[in-house]
């Protein structure tokens, strides 16, 4: 059974910076792409960062320069490093995976899902 499990979220004031975890259990990720993906309320999801079994990274403009996104393989750890945050950042963070091949801008193509983990950015 695949298990995507989140870990990290928080509240944190406007500028600060939040660490987010996701270890993947159940099957091997070597031909699937892990993302981040993120839903505030009222919005539909929006694609965060993704990043290839090979360490290609690709991020949404809205975070590119202020989040990183990494992989530790042989742990199956995906980790999303947030600083510089924003108020409108404030999110349920999903950690996701994709096969290879897939848009890895559309969280559709997302068949794996963790349980999400609250982020939330005060002013």
């Known amino acids: 059974q695949v298990q995507l499990v989140e870990s990290g979220g928080g509240l944190v004031q406007a500028g600060g910076s939040l660490r987010l975890s996701c270890a993947a259990s159940g099957r091997t990720f070597s031909r699937y792409v892990m993302g981040w993906i993120r839903q505030a309320p009222g919005k539909e999801r929006d694609f965060v960062a993704a990043?290839?079994?090979?360490?290609?990274?690709y991020y949404a403009d809205s975070v590119k320069g202020r989040f990183t996104i990494s992989g530790d393989n042989p742990k199956n750890t995906v980790t999303l490093q947030m600083n510089s945050l924003k108020p409108e950042d404030t999110a349920i963070y999903y950690c996701a995976a994709a096969p290879f091949g897939s848009n890895w801008v559309d969280p559709d193509e997302y068949n794996y899902w963790g349980q999400g983990t609250q982020v939330t950015v005060s002013s």
């Open positions: 990043i290839s079994w090979s360490s290609r990274t």
